[in-house]
């Protein structure tokens, strides 16, 4: 049905409220899932809304805690979540970040011991939005093998990177993928709706390719271009799980189960002021830009950048969402 | 015929210096060249030197220039190799780049104007050998048309990573890939010996997908995991060119032409220190590596690094080698 992205915004704040979250964090939270709906990112929007009640509800995720923000140098700002929620320990931080990249050149905002950040682009894209690039990292829980490989080690460890546009203007150039060849969240649907994954995607449990998405669930997924998305998703584990100090992915079980430790994640965001060495950064794009549109068929990632209000949701999430957003007596 | 890394290293810089290149910076070259050799690195090693002796004579590269190093900010390095080599640069402005990372707990260092870097993980290797976390990323000669298309719009836009080990020990991790399906140098290689690409790293001009290396370098590669390897590309582009103001990948002619106009490429360098936030990088890393080594099959790229000394180079390369460094009158 149509729901206007406010309505998610409110809904999804008033269903964290009435699990135990604070009003800040809970805005803060909901900012991001009408958003991710608002950019049809159906995975990172209300679809993880129960996940985050349910694991509020079980002390999974602490919905009220106070991060907390210090730079240990000039050009790194730390944000411990203390095992709560992403999205309030970056909102704290992000001030700080900023003005570290535009005095340094660059800076680094390392988000330690949160829970999931569910759309990492959400944050590249509000650090473009203060005319900085921005490159962002994740790990998560562990389902992605090493070439020829069988064990989960990994997570799906995206990297989302945001240049920005001119002034006001919408980002240059905007992407958000997995470092495995797809993300989690198409082979959860995938069970879900009783379909096959294409080839390429997962191994199952004996590092058999498979196109069963339980078995892929009991199995692992594989890395994008074999060895250089492995790499990509090992850098990605070092920044964002050893950088902060936070768990490996190997550590943190399944992100949308109701129960168990917390997630304990890290992220790391690179911030680069595009004015630090001179350069010129809008004019090259925007000459690949050109290049682009010459070229039929073929695009700049995420330029420019949908935005959907109201957004097309599936009726029984949305009865869930309301559901969710009753108080609890 | 088996040669020693020292013999690779001193014929280079020979070479170097009688097609024109001062002393140091024929050094830092030719260092560079037998380091590729030593690891195995056969594209980025004694099969780019004649192409370096007869730039040099045509002037396409400044051998004799100083490169300019200055700190525009404090966590931000530049490098203008003016038109020159790319190693005698990054030379002369890593010290500085280093003592900004760990001041700030991450710097940038922007390599401007060079000529090809060759192989980036050379470099990186370098930052690691400090102690730092080095991710480097250089864009290159337009040969990658973007998913769907046809237009050769970035250069095959590499990624290197390194992750240091602990103390003087080898790296824990080293990456070098291009965002490419393939290095540029595997399709030249294919067409001098006569073989069919794979399918799946190339169109011919009219945007179909081939298995001709000639068609393919009269058409465009294509990206390591279509929009992934796409926007990775781009970012390297917005990072190498826009943030160095070097030229685009689109204005470079072929790297290894012995006329045209300089590369005037660029590199643009992270370097992280591993402690900056505090954190554990050490450790989680170190959990990873076992989890890996209990699944048969599966490695950490890179490490170990291997080391080959003497080195197997093909017959009418060393002769030609040779020949290079012969003065000329």
């Known amino acids: ?6 309505q998610i915004r409110t809904t999804s704040a008033a269903a964290l409220i009435a699990h135990g979250a604070g009003d800040w964090q809970a805005a803060e939270v909901a900012r991001a ?6 950019t049809g990112n159906v995975i990172c929007g209300l679809y993880y809304l129960e996940s985050y009640c349910l694991q509020l509800a079980s ?8 991060p907390q923000v210090h730079a240990p140098r000039p050009g790194a700002v730390t944000a411990d979540a203390r095992l709560g929620f992403a999205q309030p320990a970056f909102a704290r931080a992000l001030p700080l970040a900023l003005d570290a990249a535009r005095a340094n050149g660059i800076a680094a905002l390392a988000v330690a011991h949160s829970h999931t950040c569910t759309s990492l682009g959400y944050f590249t ?5 203060a005319g900085l690039i921005g490159i962002g990292v994740t790990n998560a829980s562990a389902i992605v093998a090493g070439p020829g ?3 989960p080690i990994l997570g799906t460890n995206p990297i989302a990177i945001t240049i920005p546009g001119d002034g006001d203007g919408p980002p240059a150039m905007h992407a958000d993928f997995s470092t495995a060849a797809v993300a989690l969240g198409k082979i959860t649907m995938a069970r879900a709706a009783g379909e096959a994954i294409p080839p390429g995607w997962a191994v199952d449990a004996e590092g058999r390719p498979t196109t069963d998405p339980a078995a892929a669930l009991g199995g692992a997924l594989v890395s994008a271009a074999g060895y250089k998305g492995w790499a ?12 902060t100090g936070s768990v490996n992915s190997l550590d943190v079980k399944g992100l949308k189960l109701a129960d168990g430790p917390p997630h304990d994640l890290g992220q790391y965001y690179i911030l680069i002021d595009p004015g630090a060495h001179g350069g010129a950064l809008a004019d090259r794009f925007a000459t690949v830009a050109r290049a682009v549109a010459d070229d039929p068929g073929v695009r700049i990632p995420g330029a420019p950048r949908r935005r959907l ?9 949305w009865q869930l969402a309301l559901a969710l957003a009753v108080p609890q007596t």
């Not at 049905?1 to 406010?6: E, G, I, N, P």
């Not at 209000?309 to 999430?317: Q, T």
């Open 59 to 66: 002390g999974r995720v602490n919905g009220t805690v106070e």
């Open 33 to 38: 899932v009408a958003r991710a709906e608002e």
């Open 309 to 317: 209000d109201p957004v097309d949701v599936p009726d029984a999430l």
């Open 149 to 151: 490989g069988r064990r």
């Open 1 to 6: 049905m149509q729901v206007s992205v406010d």
């Open 125 to 129: 894209e509000q650090i473009a939005a």
């Open 232 to 243: 990509l998703g090992l850098m990605v584990e070092a920044l964002a799980a050893g950088l």
